[in-house]
């Protein structure tokens, strides 16, 4: 049975950084693509970044440049580093699991359908 879990949140100051961690068992990692998304209060959950099983990867227009995904399939880990950090960056992030994207997606990949299942989620909170 596919299991994640997420780790790394807390509260840091704006301009800081943060490197979230997924750790995944259960599945052959390989497999899967894997998304951060996150949801603030009142807000629907939405897509941060994702990395395919190619190891393609798509971020938001708020955090690219900022945050990088990575995925070390041999630790069965996904990582999510994020730098300069802003208060509009706080949330809950999750990291999901899913096997109905092809190895190479192209478009709107980076959204919650695509992924099938889901840690418990990490709280991030960036103070201005």
């Known amino acids: 049975q596919l299991r994640l879990v997420e780790s790394g949140g807390g509260l840091v100051q704006a301009g800081g950084s943060l490197r979230l961690s997924c750790a995944i068992s259960?599945?052959?990692?390989?497999?899967?693509?894997i998304g951060w998304f996150r949801q603030a209060p009142g807000k629907e959950r939405e897509g941060v970044s994702c990395?395919?099983?190619?190891?393609?990867?798509k971020y938001g227009d708020s955090v690219n440049g900022r945050f990088s995904i990575s995925r070390d399939n041999a630790k069965s880990t996904a990582y999510l580093e994020m730098k300069s950090l802003k208060p509009e960056d706080t949330g809950v992030y999750y990291c999901?699991?899913?096997?109905?994207?092809?190895?190479?997606?192209?478009?709107?990949?980076?959204?919650?359908?695509?992924?099938?299942?889901w840690g418990q989620g990490t709280q991030v909170t960036v103070s201005s």
């Open positions: 990395i395919a099983s190619s190891a393609r990867t």
């Open positions: 999901g699991a899913g096997r109905l994207l092809g190895p190479d997606p192209v478009g709107r990949w980076c959204e919650t359908i695509y992924f099938t299942s």
């Open positions: 259960g599945v052959t990692l390989e497999d899967y693509a």
